[in-house]
């Protein structure tokens, strides 16, 4: 193309501005003339990657992808494409619209596809896509068990802990709905630790003994108990035990479950 053309079909724009603008033409164009795409833009503080992915436009994300963004570039803030993809782009979409979900994991797949690195930590806080994923069960909801797989047959660890100790299981532990997802038992199956313990001293056992939501805490209690009991009476760094989360928690078939 030559420059007058390019103008054109660029609109004038800088690629942050034609990623928000939604228009891939322009994108395309932009690509094609050889512009950073790697660039952190002063306005918004993202590369055209992180902002295709926050606001989860998949072409956008497939041209950046396939055109040489690189998908495993940080902010300054320690955050990569993946993690707008996890915490913001459902957000922005409108939750639980199953229609958008698969948006969403055809947009996963695509960075997948294209070199994403799932051992690296997506965030300052040192979580992996899939820690984050687990400790995103409010509004990830329908995603969280075709996105824990696809990230694990890519070879995430499942035992990989971010900088507080917690693994994906006790993410998941914590306030994970397992009646519905089932990532416990996905995680567990896939050679999850169940006797790790955080910097709270938390073991995954005590975080689902205390969840809110019953059924999972005591799904996720037997399914850890199956596989270890060793951890039962372990004391976190407050003092307390698994059967004092299930207490607190007022989860009766959990006491029930601990003391058996």
């Known amino acids: 193309i030559s420059g007058d053309e390019n103008d054109v079909a660029t609109g004038g724009m800088t690629i942050h501005e034609a990623v928000l603008n939604r228009d891939p033409e322009a994108v395309s ?15 918004y503080r993202r590369t055209p990657l992180m902002l295709a992915c926050e606001y989860a436009s998949g072409p956008l994300v497939k041209l950046l992808a396939e055109g040489g963004a690189d998908i495993n570039f940080k902010a300054g803030n320690g955050e990569t494409a993946v993690f707008y993809l996890l915490t913001k782009a459902i957000i922005n979409l409108g939750r639980g619209m ?21 051992k690296a930590a997506v965030d300052n806080q040192g979580n992996t896509a899939l820690n984050l994923l687990c400790q995103a069960d409010y509004y990830l909801a329908d995603l969280n068990p075709s996105f ?45 630790n169940v006797t790790y313990i955080d910097q709270s001293g938390n073991t995954a056992l005590i975080y689902a003994a205390g969840n ?18 060793s951890i039962l009476e372990h004391v976190n760094n407050a003092g307390q035990t698994a059967m004092d989360a299930a207490i607190q928690q007022n989860n009766e078939a959990v006491v029930k479950q601990l003391l058996s």
Do not use: C, W
Request: aromatic share 2%.
């Open 29 to 43: 164009a932009l690509i094609d003339s050889g512009v950073n795409l790697n660039e952190i833009d002063d306005k």
């Open 148 to 192: 824990a797989g696809e990230l694990i047959d890519a070879g995430a660890d499942v035992n990989q802990a971010n900088q507080s100790g917690q693994t994906p299981l006790m993410s998941f532990a914590q306030r994970g709905n397992e009646m519905k997802y089932g990532i416990a038992e996905l995680l567990i199956d896939n050679g999850a």
């Open 212 to 229: 809110t939501d019953h059924m999972s805490g005591k799904r996720m209690v037997s399914l850890i108990l199956e596989k270890d009991r």
């Open 98 to 118: 199953s229609q958008n979900n698969k948006e969403v994991v055809k947009m996963l797949r695509t960075l997948l596809s294209n070199g994403m690195d799932v």
